[in-house]
């Protein structure tokens, strides 16, 4: 069903890697859950609803969201956290592995959620539009696009050059520069003394540049917040940059 393209990209194997779990195995369910209760109280979405959770990782929104009684599928381009998402498939709760560039359902949906940074991959922010174009083309006329990308001016702010987390045994070193507008983090550790090195690049995109990018992508931002709890966004003090949009 995805066109895919060849190239190396480095999201397509970091992210289906058994380290990449046990580096972010700590996320906060909780918190993804009051973020979803107070995202769905503020669009007003009825029961029944269908959601698409783009990139959707091993489904922690999307189970949420099926448990609150939306029509859910997750798409993630990870088979591993797909493979672990299946196992709580219900009748209205779907997982698909997929390419947020190119995936195609056939179907519309009310709410179309991209969550927790799960944008700016790519090499070509051509790509970006590509991502838009087609949620564009599986959102229903009134329906919504949440994006929820992390607040950039903080990230650069608070950049750790340099931090050591051990895991599950694993000791992961750590570094991060900004380098070409993209926040490259390097993670290197040893698994029985072979070294693995794994890089995460996510483009640097401020809230002027994602409303610029929604507002040519036909998108028309109804409101923008600066955390789950859905406060105003600060430059300087916000961690997210969490928008609302529909289709112009
Ligand atoms: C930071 S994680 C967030 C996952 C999930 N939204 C969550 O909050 O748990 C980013 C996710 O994006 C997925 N991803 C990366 N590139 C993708 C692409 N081109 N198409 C679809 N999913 C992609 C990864 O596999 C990963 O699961």
Not at 24 to 44: G, H, I, P, Q, V
Not at 87 to 110: A, Q
Not at 177 to 198: L, R, Y
Request: a negative charge.
């Amino acid at each position: 069903m995805d066109k895919t393209n060849n190239k190396n990209e480095w999201f397509k194997t970091w992210f289906d890697s058994p380290y990449y779990s046990i580096l972010y195995k700590n996320r906060s369910d909780e918190e993804a859950a009051l973020f979803l209760d107070n995202l769905t109280t503020k669009l007003d979405l009825p029961d029944r609803a269908r959601v698409l959770d783009l990139a959707c990782g091993k489904g922690r929104h999307s189970i949420y969201l099926n448990k609150k009684h939306f029509r859910v599928v997750g798409i993630d381009l990870s088979n591993n956290s797909i493979a672990h998402a299946k196992k709580y498939e219900t009748e209205t709760l779907h997982f698909e592995t997929g390419d947020m560039r190119y995936f195609n359902l056939s179907l519309k949906f009310d709410a179309i959620f991209n969550l927790f940074t799960s944008f700016g991959y790519f090499e070509s922010l051509d790509d970006n539009l590509k991502v838009l174009s087609n949620i564009k083309g599986h959102l229903l006329k009134d329906g919504f696009f949440v994006m929820d990308y992390f607040n950039a001016y903080k990230v650069e702010e608070a950049l750790i050059p340099h931090e050591v987390k051990e895991l599950d045994g694993y000791k992961f070193d750590i570094s991060k520069e900004i380098s070409n507008g993209q926040i490259i983090k390097t993670i290197a550790f040893d698994v029985e003394g072979q070294p693995f090195s794994f890089q995460e690049k996510v483009q640097l995109l401020y809230d002027e540049a994602i409303n610029e990018m929604l507002a040519s992508s036909g998108f028309e931002i109804l409101h923008t917040f600066g955390n789950y709890q859905l406060d105003s966004f600060n430059t300087k003090s916000s961690d997210r940059y969490i928008v609302i949009a529909k289709l112009k």
